[in-house]
T-cell receptor, first 114, second 114 residues
């Protein structure tokens, strides 16, 4: 079975500051990992994904994430926060080759202070 | 390219009733997954449909059932509604192959059970 832990249900940063959202996973097989963003009253939008190629993954809107197998982590970063980044962020894991769906963390609400 | 669409956007039902939610997959996709997102939580995997058959199921009771049609669209049916079924129901489509398929989400249907 797989699981995802997102540290910090709320993260607050100033506009222009570094964004760091933490995600740790557990999986019995090599995983595929995803970050999604959810704006109020909307569905989920894919930010980026790790599928066993490069460990540093670049996504949309300036976000990137690094897969660290030794730490079982897939933290999301962005060098400079914008007001438009305020949203709910979800980390998800899918076991490689499995037919199961995604297992999501509980989410981190990102607050951007002016 | 048409994205994932869901209908209706909102729905109010009474405890004990039955409900059907609909999803049209993204053009070129052949797999549909359904998720339940309770307020303040991450999405939870209900089941996945591929080639018109259930292809994986999460920890949901049998009163949650589904269908996939030849055009890859899908329905989620919930019988004997309970208050705890109130949630945002998300549909995601993907193209199956290699296990790393990325799921693209629709805007969701918000169900309120009174």
């Amino acid at each position: 079975a797989q699981s995802v832990t997102q540290l910090g249900s709320h993260v607050s940063v100033s506009e222009g500051a570094l964004v760091l959202l933490r995600c740790n996973y557990s999986s019995s097989v090599p995983p595929y990992l995803f970050w999604y963003v959810q704006y109020p009253n909307q569905g989920l939008q894919l930010l980026l994904k790790y599928t066993s190629a490069a460990t540093l993954v670049k996504g949309i809107n300036g976000f990137e994430a690094e897969f660290k197998k030794s730490e079982t982590s897939f933290h999301l970063t962005k060098p400079s926060a914008h007001m438009s980044d305020a949203a709910e962020y979800f980390c998800a894991v899918k076991p490689g080759g499995g037919a199961d769906g995604l297992t999501f963390g509980k989410g981190t609400h990102l607050i951007i202070q002016p | 390219e048409t994205g994932v669409t869901q209908s209706p956007t909102h729905l109010i039902k009474t405890r004990g009733q039955q409900v059907t939610l609909r999803c049209s997959s993204q053009s070129g996709h052949n797999t549909v997954s359904w998720y339940q997102q309770a307020l303040g939580q991450g999405p939870q995997f209900i089941f996945q449909y591929y080639r018109e058959e259930e292809n994986g199921r999460g920890n949901f009771p049998p009163r949650f059932s589904g269908l996939q049609f030849p055009n890859y669209s899908s329905e989620l049916n919930v019988n004997a509604l309970e208050l705890d079924d109130s949630a945002l129901y998300l549909c995601a489509s993907s193209l199956k192959g290699g296990g790393q398929e990325t799921q693209y989400f629709g805007p969701g249907t918000r169900l309120l059970v009174l």
